[in-house]
């Protein structure tokens, strides 16, 4: 059905509108559909919604992200303390003393070494100075220059029910967003079939009036040539000639409404105001009545609409109480650092992997949440009442147009046997005229009485159509195909 929709609508849109080019009633809807604003705005808010279903879906999938940074410090940590530093660096100068005071034990007790202790000593200071200073020098951080570096990954296993809740209401969403977009083309459709049966009754009207103004022009001119002849009045020529006057007048009003009519029905189906276009229904004598089917009224997209709105507030009861259940997440991650703690501190990038479970539990908000969820409540409770009340006014809606289908249908009845002896009459009264036993007054009064059944006629037979459309729109079964 999309398909063949579109194909309708570039039909229309990819060739130009020759002049006298008969549209149909569904060719009007189509192009109507087709340059509606408003509709093209509620297909982009289905596409949104889809998408925002799309988005809600990924929330039960894992999260990676990744994040890196780098620092720069005015000072490096450090492990030891100056003091300790300090004594680090001069361990062998601090030992100095002892090392002198054993050097004289040794001379004593061997004289032959006495000559090599001292520089032995010295060398021996000097090795302690250059060990404590190595031992200082490995114990630097440098970590001025600071660069770090995570990968991680979180798989949500239990948020309350929030992650389902929001997929429903997302789901829901993008469905209540296609029934707003079928409520606007419900809208579109009645207002072009109301333009388009207008145009086709004031059509009718205008052949009418042009039909009533031959009938009286020659009616003006038979008594002509009868008061040349001596068997009519000037009087009668006169009262007919006023008649023609009415008929010429009616029959100008006539058309400038039916160009104003052509005008709004092409400003809805999108075309040029001053396109010549025709309606195939004006070219019929009878407009045939179909007798639309009484649905359910589940189906209108207003009821549809409530009824997902009310599935909506419902989940947002189980998202508000998901506030104040416990949360638990399932966390893994790569980090490395540069300078790395792994080996001392080096100047290269290491790192290490953890896997965890995140859990948080609410403890005690003074009630909040249990507050908060009443709120929730109601406001869901609010949208049920709403949706009763539609279905209820919608019922009463759908019995009111279904009586107004069939009292169109007796009216209809009614003035085609009011136009059947309205025809009978004029009959009667032409003939009578003509034979001369009936005055022109009478011919007149039974002219106008059958111009009042034609018109009659023609507005019970729109009537009928209008009558079918507010049913198939009180039903929702208003749709391109019926």
């Known amino acids: 059905m999309k398909k063949f929709f579109c194909f309708i609508c ?16 569904d060719s009007c809807r189509a192009l109507a559909i087709s340059n509606n604003k408003e509709l093209l705005i509620s297909q982009e808010k289905i596409n949104a919604a889809h998408y925002q279903r799309k988005a809600a879906f990924t929330n039960y999938l894992p999260n990676i992200s990744a994040s890196g940074g780098y620092m720069r410090s005015q000072k490096e940590l450090s492990i030891l303390s100056d003091a300790q530093k300090g004594a680090l660096s001069g361990l062998g100068t601090s030992l100095s003393g002892p090392l002198q005071q054993a050097a004289q034990v040794i001379a004593q007790l061997h004289p032959e070494l006495a000559g090599q202790l001292p520089a032995l000593g010295q060398s021996l200071v000097g090795a302690l100075d250059g060990a404590g200073q190595s031992l200082v020098d490995a114990f630097r951080t440098d970590t001025r220059n600071m660069y770090a570096g995570a990968l991680t990954l979180t798989q949500p296993l239990y948020m309350g029910g929030k992650i389902r809740a929001y997929n429903k209401i997302t789901k829901y969403a993008e469905e209540l967003a296609r029934q707003q977009h079928n409520t606007g083309m419900q809208e579109v459709i009645l207002s ?20 009533y103004l031959k009938l009286l022009q020659k009616l003006d001119s038979d008594v002509d040539k009868m008061i040349a ?31 104003l009519a052509r ?12 396109t010549p276009v025709m309606l195939t229904d004006e070219q019929k004598e009878d407009l045939a009545p179909t007798t639309p089917e009484n649905g359910a009224i589940d189906i209108r997209p207003e009821v549809r609409s409530l ?5 909506i507030y419902k989940q947002k009861v189980n998202v508000t109480r998901s506030e ?26 290491k790192g290490m992997w953890n896997v965890g479970v995140m859990v948080s539990v609410p403890i005690w908000h003074w009630g909040e949440g249990i507050y908060k969820v009443k709120a929730a409540k109601s406001e ?13 006014k919608i019922e009463l809606q759908v019995n009111q147009s279904a009586f107004q289908v069939n009292e169109a249908a007796k009216k209809l009845t009614m003035a085609e046997k ?45 009537d009928v159509k209008l009558t079918e459309i507010y049913l198939r729109k009180a039903t929702g079964e208003l749709t391109i195909d019926n």
């Open 229 to 259: 002849e001596g068997v009519a009045t000037k009087a009668d020529g006169l009262s007919i000639k006023v008649k023609v006057n009415e008929a010429e007048m009616t029959l100008t009003k006539v058309t400038d409404g039916l160009s």
């Open 307 to 311: 009824e997902l709105a009310t599935q």
């Open 418 to 462: 009011n136009l059947e002896k309205a025809n009978e009459n004029l009959r009667y009264a032409t003939l009578g005229f003509e034979e001369g036993v009936i005055p022109a007054s009478n011919v007149l009064e039974a002219h106008t009485a059958w111009l009042s059944a034609q018109s009659e006629k023609i507005d019970a037979q729109i």
């Open 10 to 25: 570039l039909a229309y849109l990819s060739f130009p509108m020759k002049a006298q080019e008969a549209l149909s009633l």
């Open 324 to 349: 104040y259940l416990p949360s638990i997440a399932l966390m893994g991650s790569y980090m490395a650092t540069n300078p790395s703690v792994f080996n001392s501190f080096e100047k290269k990038f």
């Open 263 to 274: 005008m709004l029905l092409c400003q809805l189906c999108g075309l040029d105001l001053s």
């Open 380 to 392: 869901a409770r609010i949208a049920q009442y709403q949706l009763d009340d539609a279905k209820e």
């Open 192 to 211: 072009t079939d109301q333009a388009y049966w207008q145009v086709v009754s004031l059509a009718h009207k205008k052949k009418l009036a042009e039909g």
